[in-house]
């Protein structure tokens, strides 16, 4: 194969890190002279964004309209407008596609070259404007439809018709009064929260430079190596190879930051393994999928939600990714525990399947993979941009090459650049288009009023709240990729869970007679007798009431006075980390979770139970986000969260062994309630010495159970 040919190996073409075609979605043959110019073009867009990335100036608005420009002429080379067996149809709608790549083109050189006529909103032609600025507005719309479905297009077409005409037939909350044709156009390319704006930024340098490293490591063999040295951690383990899935998914979570993708490209290896050692079929699909979905939650890419939430909180991309990364573990952890208590009630034994060595595992591959991700955490440290340190860790993972079996030479580096333009297509499409619908959102204050609706009809009780995040992400997830069923959630919801997280944390201070002067000041103008009875100790509730007495103008102010900046942070992370992990529930749950059908393929098992399986393996997808609500969980203290996390990790297990009535031997139908009262009591947030308790009780019950196991193993 020489350098002008489309690479052989790596991502499926069109294949994405963070988001997957919608069923159905098709893709044009990669072959001839259409794959070779998907092929430069990817290696084009590549060093294109590398430079500008890098070294590079260049303004906002240009970077992000020619990312867009770039990334949709390759969809529409990549996913055809109509697919079509026959040749001639074929070259037909190819001729097609590429005119509509081209006037895609010709919009944005229109629009940029014009940039500041008509960012001052001056239409000096109003026809030729009109059609230059709804041309990347309509096409965005296509080639969401091509790679996503129709979901997010029919999103955007409610959400630009309903500011430009029907908001004004509404009454109540919901009544907007309705922008001309030319602001709506003129916010939706230009506004900060438009098609080039803040989620595009994120997509053109954070988004891009992540999966371009991605799929360097995967050029490199980081792949093979994240199987191999899974096998060779756990292969020679009773129930090894589910330990396998967990292992390799993590690892592998940790460079795409893809469910599907993860399920697909584990899950080929992984769940034979597990049918062979013993595990049901559907099981070892529902491992797979739960695993894989957790790839999404484990730093540093996950699934460009970190880069988002950096985004909408202003906390540094660091910070984020340090925090989540307990939580991550514990979810895995949740995970594996039910891999080990299914193989010891069906009593697995090893397969004697020799794995690799872990010596030679390492000696393989252990550098090309390791040393690139330590350069770029310690280029993270050393407060060097997350763009930056991508850059440079790409060139790591190249040198770093050199020492192994697989070096990567000039093919195999514009195969690695190729191959994450590839990568990019659909993520780069979809951010830009969910634009469109998060600038709808702060246009018309959308955000604010569904937020003030979720308070009112959770009645400011969190968990409710939750519950109700946890329905629209369902509901979402049905045809949105995650990465946007976060954002659009994020933006209509984070308001609400971060003043109730804050309320709380607020009356926690009232209760322990906390109360700053400026408070006092304020209860006695509003509610002088409430006033009297702030720096004494109260109720929780007694406190929840007196906040309630504060006037709504003077909210914010009382916040700040009574919460510290880092407590504010953490319920600002912990409210989106609340909606991010919630957004995951969609892989594992019926009735559409892709990356339940997609393991269903491979292990030849029914979808819909397939589905059951995964969503029952994955609960702890539901326990930890209760932890970052009522607990510091992300408060950034290393000890704190430790604790958390020790008691939390044991309180998944006890939950587990008592849903599944085993654990190291059967647990008796009258200890299960027990099971679940300890679970409870190590996860209760704020109570030392229940943790301590249920600990204690976790204890003696595993020395009971293991007595009981060896006792049945030698009868």
Known sequence: MTASDPPESGAPPGSDPTSMPAAGASTRPLDGTVGRAVFWIGVALSLGHVWYNTFGLMSEVWRNALHFAGFGAMCALVFPLVPAEDRGRRRLWLAVDIALGLVLLAAIVYILASERQLSNRSFTDPVLDTVMLSIPILLAIEFTRRTTGWIIPVLIVLAISYIAWWGKYLGGALHFPGLSTEIVLLRSIYGEDGMFGSIARISSSFVFMFILFGAFLLRSGAGDFIIDLARALAGRMAGGPGFVAVIGSALTGTISGSAVANTVSTGVITIPLMKRSGFPARFAAGVESASSTGGQLMPPIM?????????????????????????????????????????????????????????????????????????????????????????????????????????????????????????????????????????????????????????????????????????????????????????????????????????????????????????????????????????????????????????????????????????????????????????????????????????????????????????????????????????????????????????????????????????????????????????????????????????????????????????????
């Open 303 to 715: 699934g460009a939600g970190a880069f988002v939430m950096a985004e909408y909180t202003g906390v540094p991309y660091l910070e984020i990714v340090a925090v989540a990364f307990l939580p991550a573990l514990m979810y895995f952890l949740g995970v594996a525990f039910n891999v080990r208590i299914v193989a010891k009630r069906e009593g697995l034994r090893p397969t004697g399947e020799s794995g690799p060595a872990l010596g030679m595992v390492m000696k393989r591959g252990g550098v090309a993979f390791l040393v690139p991700i330590a350069v770029l955490i310690g280029l993270l440290i050393m407060d060097y941009t997350p763009t930056y340190a991508a850059g440079i860790a790409i060139v790591a993972v190249v040198v770093s090459s050199w020492v192994t079996p697989n070096r990567m030479g000039p093919r195999a580096i514009l195969e690695a650049l190729s191959l994450g333009a590839r990568n990019m297509v659909l993520t780069a499409v979809l951010l830009v288009a969910v634009g469109l619908i998060v600038n709808v959102i702060a246009t018309s204050g959308l955000g604010n009023t569904f937020s003030l609706m979720v308070s009112d009809w959770a009645g400011g009780n969190l968990l409710i709240a939750m519950v109700l995040v946890a329905l629209a992400s369902l509901v979402l997830g049905m045809g949105l990729p995650v990465t946007a069923a976060y954002i659009v959630l994020a933006a209509l919801s984070a308001p609400a869970l971060f003043d109730m997280i804050a309320q709380t944390a607020m009356a926690t201070r009232i209760a322990a007679g906390e109360a700053p002067q400026m408070l006092q000041a304020v209860m006695m103008l509003a509610a002088p007798d409430a006033a009297a009875r702030l720096g004494e100790p109260m109720s929780l509730e007694a406190a929840r009431a007196l906040l309630a007495q504060v006037p709504p103008e003077m909210a914010g102010q009382v916040r700040d006075a009574l919460l510290s900046e880092p407590a504010r942070i953490t319920a600002l992370i912990s409210a989106h980390m609340i909606i991010f992990w919630l957004s995951q529930d969609s892989n594992v749950t019926p009735p559409v979770c892709l990356t339940a059908f997609a393991a269903a393929a491979i292990a030849g098992t029914k979808p819909m139970a397939t589905g059951f399986a995964a969503w029952k393996i994955a609960k702890t997808l539901y326990i930890v986000p209760l932890l970052f609500a009522y607990t510091p969980f992300l408060s950034g203290d290393p000890l704190t969260a430790l604790a958390i996390f020790a008691f939390g990790t044991a309180g998944v297990y006890a939950l587990i062994a008592a849903l599944e009535g085993h654990a190291e031997a059967p647990v008796p139908h009258l200890l299960r309630p027990v099971l679940v009262v300890i679970g409870a009591a190590l996860l209760w947030p704020g109570q030392p010495w229940l943790h301590l308790a249920g600990a204690l009780a976790l204890a003696v019950f595993l020395v009971v159970n293991v007595r009981a196991g060896r006792r049945l193993a030698a009868a």
